[in-house]
């Protein structure tokens, strides 16, 4: 536990140690709050259904930009070298750098409560949806930027790793949609239907954006961020071959 | 302390190690010598646990580095080639991770940078970010994340490749003092390098070991012939028929640059082990001719290693 934490303060501070992380921080609050106002105008309730409807896409292209130098940075200094020759576990380090990243993600995310107490003030919202979709976004960021840690492990460029897994974030969001969905059944029978059942996040994220906590939506992303967790681990240890 | 044998490994169809076998002693320096692209920094990677061997055993006091690699790594301090570091980071925080992550108690962390920043020079650069230092001080930095824990092994690789002729002289002393306590094995295509900080050496040559054993040693081994220099007073055509007479002499070869009409200079070679010069000096007197110089000349370290070198290849080519 202690050789986690190590690894996570490290990693951590190195997304303050540069501009980057305080330009991330800045774009995605301006993204989300400019999305978020303008259905707000129009619809003019005190719920934040577009805020949670439009999150995951956001996710899908800011989460590979946190997690694309966790890996391929220390590939191409050659600092894994060191890194891993420390005597601590690999999936301690892989655990720690995912923490770090993941907290980093909260506190974006944390940016965005502004506009909870913004519609506290306005009117009476519903706090069921609103807490169940904050909770829902922690575990889907937890899901992207498991495959983004996984992706950056493969790469020694940043830009690839960040390509790649904006893909991969992207195929599982996207296969939850009729309109993916419907052609991929025409080509393959049931193929569609599968993904968007099995693969897709967009069902389970649904069901907790509404408020609705099941244990069948959160074991998905928790296992689908151990899959992926557990595939950096193997690469990193199969590296050694 | 450090055994290693049959050590080979194999990148696809690229055979980076074949079958190396060493053993280093508690308390020894080796250092690893080689052109570059001989395997030097594949057996350090795989010593290290960094990366596995396709075939073979590593042992670091006893331990089996497959089985044991966590037990390994806490023995070891390792410098990777080109000295890699995070360099958003400041030397000190830097330093505190490492010795953090290298499961120092927290009340030697302090004793120990202390110590570590006094023995490689780090005072001044303690709060700069790496990333801004210069060539010598990013590889102290490396040094000094590679002592912080106090190991029994050092591996260091390439320690003083890029410095200047003084940082080098200073990270040679380091490695020196240091030698009074730890066992060391490091990396070097520069064979000076060896001779200055160590007289045992391991010579690794295309993933093979082309000479293990002793710097003198080695030289007497490599060094096939002698070369003898003779510079007199006489015209060449007459030395020369005066010298052919003496059967051990291989090869007569005039210096032309140092020659004029009546002053000959030559290169004399014979086989090792035969002091012609006695030979030469009793002919040359009994001519009457003015010797000015008459010396043979100890290979050369350049030459010991080219030498050891090709003897290698042609063996391995037969």
Same mark, same amino acid.
Request: charged residues 20%; proline residues 3%.
């Given at each position: 536990?202690?050789?986690?934490?190590?690894?996570?303060?490290?990693?951590?501070?190195?997304?303050?140690?540069?501009?980057?992380?305080?330009?991330?921080?800045?774009?995605?609050?301006?993204? @989300?709050?400019?999305?978020?106002?303008?259905?707000? &105008? +129009?619809?003019?309730?005190?719920?934040?259904?577009?805020? &949670?409807?439009?999150?995951?896409?956001?996710?899908?292209?800011?989460?590979?930009?946190?997690?694309?130098?966790?890996?391929?940075? !220390?590939r191409? +200094?050659?600092?894994i070298e060191?890194l891993l020759t420390?005597?601590?576990e690999t999936y301690?380090i892989v655990?720690?750098?995912?923490?770090?990243?993941?907290?980093?993600?909260?506190?974006?995310?944390?940016?965005?409560?502004?506009?909870?107490?913004?519609?506290?003030?306005?009117?009476?919202? /519903?706090?069921?949806?609103?807490?169940?979709?904050?909770?829902?976004?922690?575990?889907?960021?937890?899901?992207?930027?498991?495959?983004?840690?996984?992706?950056?492990g493969?790469?020694?460029?940043?830009? $690839?790793?960040?390509?790649? #897994?904006?893909?991969?974030?992207?195929?599982?969001?996207?296969? *939850?949609?009729?309109?993916?969905?419907?052609?991929?059944?025409?080509?393959? @029978?049931?193929?569609?239907?599968?993904?968007?059942?099995?693969? #897709?996040?967009?069902?389970?994220?649904?069901?907790?954006?509404? *408020?609705?906590?099941?244990?069948?939506?959160?074991?998905?992303?928790?296992?689908?961020?151990?899959?992926?967790?557990?595939?950096n681990i193997f690469s990193l240890e199969g590296r050694k071959y | 302390?450090?055994?290693?044998?049959?050590l080979t490994k194999i990148y696809g169809?690229?055979?980076a190690l074949?079958?190396? $076998?060493?053993?280093? !002693?508690? *308390?020894? =320096?080796?250092?690893?010598?080689?052109?570059? *692209?001989?395997?030097?920094s594949t057996a350090m990677k795989i010593i290290t646990t960094y990366i596995a061997a396709t075939e073979g !055993?590593v042992?670091? /006091?006893?331990?089996?580095i497959n089985k044991?690699p966590i037990?390994v790594r806490?023995?070891?301090?390792?410098?990777?080639?080109?000295?890699?570091?995070?360099?958003?980071?400041?030397?000190?925080?830097?330093?505190?991770?490492?010795?953090?992550?290298?499961?120092?108690?927290?009340?030697?962390?302090?004793?120990?940078?202390?110590?570590?920043?006094?023995?490689?020079?780090?005072?001044?650069?303690?709060?700069?970010?790496?990333?801004?230092?210069?060539?010598?001080?990013?590889?102290?930095?490396?040094?000094?994340?590679?002592?912080?824990?106090?190991?029994?092994?050092?591996?260091? /690789?390439?320690?003083? $490749?890029?410095? /200047?002729?003084?940082?080098?002289?200073?990270?040679?002393?380091?490695?020196?003092?240091?030698?009074?306590?730890?066992?060391?094995?490091? #990396?070097?295509?520069?064979?000076?390098?060896?001779?200055?900080?160590?007289?045992?050496?391991?010579?690794?040559?295309?993933?093979?070991?082309?000479?293990?054993?002793?710097?003198?040693?080695?030289?007497?081994?490599?060094?096939?012939?002698?070369?003898?220099?003779?510079?007199?007073?006489?015209?060449?055509?007459?030395?020369?028929?005066?010298?052919?007479?003496?059967?051990?002499?291989?090869?007569?070869? +005039?210096?032309?640059?140092?020659?004029?009409? @009546?002053?000959?200079?030559?290169?004399?070679?014979?086989?090792?082990?035969?002091?012609?010069?006695? !030979?030469?000096?009793?002919?040359?007197?009994?001519?009457?001719?003015? =010797?000015?110089?008459?010396?043979?000349?100890?290979?050369?370290?350049?030459?010991?290693?080219?030498? +050891?070198?090709?003897?290698?290849?042609?063996?391995?080519?037969?």
């Amino acid at each position: 536990m202690d050789k986690i934490m190590i690894v996570m303060r490290r990693e951590f501070n190195a997304y303050f140690n540069s501009a980057i992380a305080y330009i991330f921080v800045v774009v995605f609050l301006v993204l @989300n709050s400019a999305f978020f106002m303008n259905t707000f &105008f +129009l619809t003019l309730t005190a719920d934040m259904r577009g805020f &949670f409807g439009l999150i995951p896409i956001f996710l899908a292209f800011f989460i590979p930009a946190i997690t694309m130098r966790l890996w391929a940075e !220390e590939r191409k +200094l050659g600092t894994i070298e060191l890194l891993l020759t420390l005597p601590i576990e690999t999936y301690h380090i892989v655990i720690g750098k995912f923490l770090a990243s993941l907290a980093f993600l909260k506190i974006a995310i944390a940016g965005t409560l502004i506009i909870p107490i913004m519609l506290a003030k306005l009117g009476t919202p /519903d706090w069921g949806p609103i807490i169940g979709g904050y909770f829902g976004t922690v575990l889907l960021g937890g899901f992207f930027l498991s495959i983004g840690l996984f992706v950056s492990g493969l790469f020694e460029d940043q830009i $690839s790793a960040f390509i790649l #897994s904006m893909i991969l974030c992207l195929f599982f969001l996207l296969v *939850g949609y009729d309109f993916i969905i419907t052609p991929i059944d025409g080509w393959v @029978n049931g193929l569609g239907t599968f993904l968007k059942q099995v693969i #897709s996040m967009k069902s389970h994220f649904d069901g907790i954006e509404r *408020g609705v906590l099941s244990l069948k939506d959160i074991f998905y992303f928790i296992t689908m961020t151990g899959l992926f967790l557990t595939f950096n681990i193997f690469s990193l240890e199969g590296r050694k071959y | 302390m450090i055994s290693v044998s049959n050590l080979t490994k194999i990148y696809g169809s690229v055979v980076a190690l074949d079958k190396i $076998s060493f053993k280093i !002693e508690k *308390g020894e =320096i080796l250092g690893f010598l080689g052109p570059n *692209g001989a395997g030097k920094s594949t057996a350090m990677k795989i010593i290290t646990t960094y990366i596995a061997a396709t075939e073979g !055993e590593v042992f670091v /006091d006893n331990m089996d580095i497959n089985k044991n690699p966590i037990e390994v790594r806490k023995k070891i301090g390792y410098l990777p080639e080109n000295s890699p570091v995070y360099k958003e980071m400041n030397v000190k925080d830097y330093l505190t991770f490492v010795a953090r992550a290298r499961e120092l108690p927290p009340e030697k962390i302090k004793e120990r940078l202390d110590w570590v920043i006094q023995a490689t020079g780090l005072e001044s650069e303690l709060r700069k970010d790496i990333g801004e230092l210069s060539k010598g001080f990013k590889q102290r930095t490396g040094l000094a994340q590679a002592l912080i824990h106090d190991p029994e092994v050092l591996v260091l /690789d390439e320690p003083t $490749s890029g410095l /200047d002729p003084l940082q080098i002289i200073d990270i040679r002393k380091l490695i020196k003092d240091l030698a009074k306590e730890k066992t060391i094995i490091f #990396s070097t295509h520069i064979l000076q390098e060896v001779d200055a900080i160590t007289d045992r050496v391991l010579i690794i040559n295309e993933g093979r070991i082309a000479a293990n054993g002793y710097l003198q040693d080695l030289k007497l081994k490599a060094a096939a012939y002698q070369t003898t220099f003779l510079s007199v007073l006489a015209p060449f055509k007459e030395v020369e028929a005066e010298l052919k007479k003496i059967s051990s002499i291989n090869k007569i070869r +005039l210096i032309e640059k140092e020659s004029s009409e @009546n002053r000959t200079s030559l290169k004399i070679t014979s086989p090792a082990n035969k002091d012609i010069k006695e !030979e030469i000096g009793r002919i040359i007197s009994l001519k009457g001719w003015q =010797i000015i110089s008459l010396f043979d000349r100890d290979f050369s370290l350049e030459e010991t290693f080219i030498n +050891l070198i090709r003897k290698s290849k042609s063996q391995g080519e037969n």
